[in-house]
């Protein structure tokens, strides 16, 4: 059957299983578009194209499916690449489909063409510009193949407008997939670490993103139950292991937790599974677990001894190497003792003790540190949670014990601002039932407000819990701590009023100014129906800490008691 190409993009997104898709139409997709309203696809119409590509990350980090983009040429494809940046460090599988001007005219300087296969290469698992309407269907399952398969990540595909006007025959057909074989560790390696797990007598478990993008959570507590090690992960792999857990340590480096950092300084075996050792974790490399044999497990090999020279290399994806460990200490009938670990257990509580996550409360000033914890008190941990980027993101991370993989969304590698908010639209939209808030700053939250619009055009009930400043707060942070308080262009008081903001666009608005009213408002602000946004007016030169100076060692972290007294 003679089908157009726009007709056979559509009819291959049925067969992948798309049901849903973010975008911003143009004059090159008119054919595309025409088809989408047809109705077969649901189409999200953003307000700018960098929330489209957000909005289709979270959707993919909720619902752990492809989520996919659809944005005309020229400024339409290069508002993209941010967002596209994004999901590739942080390992997103997302394909993001452009416009293109019509091939006889690529090269030329047409109006409204860039050369996006160009532009993204640096930043895409890889790329496709389609030339001919008969390579089309092939190329788009291919794209959705690479963008899920091995370590994810986003894939462009361009698509002139010619290509979509033209005529092939095509048979829909759903697509044949490879049965795909996952690297799995060495019989050998594994009973390596089976060996160094029962020699050590003060291990540390450090897990990342690629146990959660590899759905291994579940192999992920099964060995540190059976074992007995303690966990820490970073922020990408927040939710893998379940933060009301006695084995948690919370999150490591820059704005971890003492008693993590403490415990990676002093452990003698890291097993690190699906991390790749980011700068903000490790601090000083050559002062970075100094005692410990690590084994470094990850699905990407360029990832290994790229940052951090390891002891036990391993090839694998996390969920086929968590089972292999899994089976040897089930065949080996392996136990721990009691008293094994119990001198390590208790330098980890005495820790704890000594030095516990805090902040100093106040009856006056909102600290933002009480409303995430009101905020979990209130969710009881159910929550979807997304962040924007700086303080607010770092408080979240600390103060939000999440439970179960695929519930906090941020922008972990680029470091987004404007990420959280879009992201929770999307993952609104995979788990239309599930309470989903974006914690935002009050910088963060204006990259991209724009998509209020869409929120209230789509009946999309996300909340945003705004820490309002008045301040960039993480640069201001920094040039209070280490440029003598030389507040240089990080000052936000000239701001909208986020309540009259809310009227416009049609959402409910909120604030809290007095200690007292937060957990009011939290309460009617989570249980209003449609979305509504809720200003918390908080003490302006709160810090995040404990903070490691950049470049140190983890185990040297200021602990913030000499700025509160």
């Not at 157009?4 to 139409?25: M, N, R, S």
């Not at 119409?45 to 659809?70: I, K, M, P, T, Y």
Request: proline share 6%.
């Amino acid at each position: 059957m003679q089908r157009k190409g726009a007709e056979i993009l559509i009819q291959v997104l049925k067969e992948e299983g798309v049901h849903t898709i973010f975008g911003y139409p143009g004059g090159v997709l008119l054919d595309i578009y025409d088809e989408i309203h047809k109705g077969h696809i649901r189409h999200i119409l953003v307000r700018h194209e960098q929330g489209a590509v957000h909005a289709a990350d979270g959707f993919a980090r909720a619902s752990g499916q492809v989520g996919v983009v659809l944005v005309t040429s020229g400024p339409g494809a290069s508002n993209t690449v941010t967002g596209i940046a994004n999901a590739y460090m942080d390992s997103i599988p997302i394909v993001v489909l452009t416009g293109q001007v019509p091939t006889h005219l690529i090269g030329t300087d047409a109006f409204q063409e860039v050369d996006i296969v160009g532009i993204t290469r640096p930043c895409t698992k890889h790329n496709f510009l389609v030339k001919r309407v008969e390579e089309l269907a092939k190329t788009l399952h291919e794209a959705f193949h690479i963008a899920r398969s091995g370590r994810p990540g986003p894939v462009l595909v361009d698509l002139p407008k010619d290509v979509m006007a033209a005529q092939t025959e095509y048979t829909p057909r759903p697509p044949v997939r490879e049965e795909e074989t996952p690297p799995r560790p060495a019989s050998k390696k594994a009973f390596y670490v089976m060996d160094l797990i029962a020699e050590s007598s003060r291990p540390l478990i450090l897990s990342g993103g690629g146990v959660i993008l590899g759905r291994a959570s579940e192999e992920l507590r099964k060995l540190a139950w059976r074992t007995k090690i303690p966990v820490s992960s970073t922020l990408m792999g927040l939710g893998a292991f379940p933060g009301t857990d006695p084995l948690w340590l919370g999150m490591p480096g820059m704005h971890g937790t003492y008693y993590a950092n403490m415990a990676i300084s002093h452990c003698d075996l890291m097993i690190a599974i699906g991390m790749r050792f980011d700068d903000r974790v490790t601090g000083k490399i050559d002062h970075f677990a100094p005692h410990a044999k690590i084994v470094h497990v990850d699905v990407d090999p360029s990832s290994i001894n790229k940052n951090v020279m390891v002891h036990v290399p391993i090839v694998s994806d996390c969920k086929s190497a968590l089972q292999s460990f899994n089976a040897l200490l089930e065949q080996q009938n392996f136990t721990v003792e009691d008293d094994q670990r119990k001198e390590w257990f208790d330098q980890i509580e005495a820790w704890k003790r000594e030095n516990p996550l805090s902040y100093c409360p106040s009856d006056t000033e909102i600290k933002p540190q009480f409303v995430i914890e009101t905020l979990y008190k209130l969710t009881k941990g159910k929550a979807i949670i997304t962040t924007e980027v700086g303080q607010n993101q770092m408080w979240a991370a600390q103060f939000y014990k999440f439970e179960e993989p695929n519930t906090f969304l941020s922008s972990g590698g680029l470091g987004t601002m404007g990420y959280g908010f879009p992201a929770a639209i999307g993952a609104q939209i995979a788990f239309p039932d599930k309470l989903v808030v974006d914690i935002a700053g009050d910088g963060s939250i204006q990259m991209n407000i724009q998509e209020m619009a869409t929120a209230v055009q789509y009946d999309i009930p996300v909340k945003i819990v705004l820490i309002n400043n008045g301040y960039l707060g993480m640069v201001r942070q920094w040039q209070q701590l280490f440029y003598e308080k030389r507040y240089s262009q990080t000052d936000m008081t000239f701001q909208p009023d986020f309540l009259k903001l809310a009227e416009a666009y049609g959402w409910t608005g909120l604030r809290a100014t007095r200690p007292d009213e937060v957990e009011e408002v939290l309460k009617r602000g989570l249980s209003a129906k449609g979305p509504v946004i809720m200003d918390f007016r908080v003490s302006r030169e709160e810090c995040v800490y404990p903070m490691v100076r950049p470049g140190g060692p983890i185990s040297e972290m200021t602990l913030g008691r000499e700025m509160a007294n």
